[in-house]
């Protein structure tokens, strides 16, 4: 299982970018560090911006990643021992402090890092298509509406969550 440091490196990286675009720049990124090592946040301070910017970061998502090093470094995101013991809120607290982090991104992370079976991301484009589509609805239905809906469906929201991104596949 990968540190959460990896994953929202990962996460930062891919941020409103084709997946093959993202995954070349992710690569350059990840050979900027020794091969036995990887990246760590400690070398991720260590990395010049020039460096960063020439793997093909754009400057919000250099700052963003140099933040998540630095946080890593000082606690706020803590290893997955210790994200694994904390309620899904105070995950998603601690982790929106890091640059260009945001709730959805924490959720992905909590239903596919953290494995937590109760966690509907009601802002998830994709969630919100397949709910109008398996109701019937003209249009994407409210956050509000999802939020209402999503409370029969505790404690097993991620679950729901899986069907209705596969009912848009």
């Known amino acids: ?20 675009a993202a995954a070349t720049i992710l690569a350059r990124v990840e050979a ?12 991720m301070l260590e990395l010049p911006d020039a460096a960063l910017r020439g793997a093909g970061l754009s400057r919000n998502k250099l700052l963003a990643l140099k933040d998540l090093a630095a946080k890593t470094l000082d606690g706020t995101v803590p290893n ?3 994200l694994q013991r904390l309620p899904d ?27 937590r079976p109760d966690v509907l991301p009601v802002t998830d484009l994709g969630i919100r298509k397949g709910f109008q ?14 939020e ?22």
Do not use: C, N
Request: no cysteine; hydrophobic share 45%.
């Open 133 to 146: 589509q398996t109701y019937g609805m003209k249009r994407l239905p409210a956050i509000s509406t999802l």
């Open 80 to 82: 997955l021992r210790v």
């Open 32 to 43: 900027l560090f020794p091969a036995e090592r990887g990246a760590t946040p400690e070398l």
């Open 1 to 20: 299982m990968r540190s959460p440091f990896h994953t929202l490196m990962r996460s930062i990286t891919y941020q409103q970018l084709s997946g093959k």
């Open 89 to 115: 809120e105070d995950v998603i607290e601690r982790l929106t402090e890091v640059r260009g982090v945001g709730r959805w991104t924490v959720e992905m992370l909590l239903i596919f890092t953290l494995g």
């Open 148 to 169: 209402r809906a999503g409370r029969a469906w505790a404690p097993y929201r991620s679950f729901a969550a899986w069907y209705l991104w596969r009912s848009v596949d």
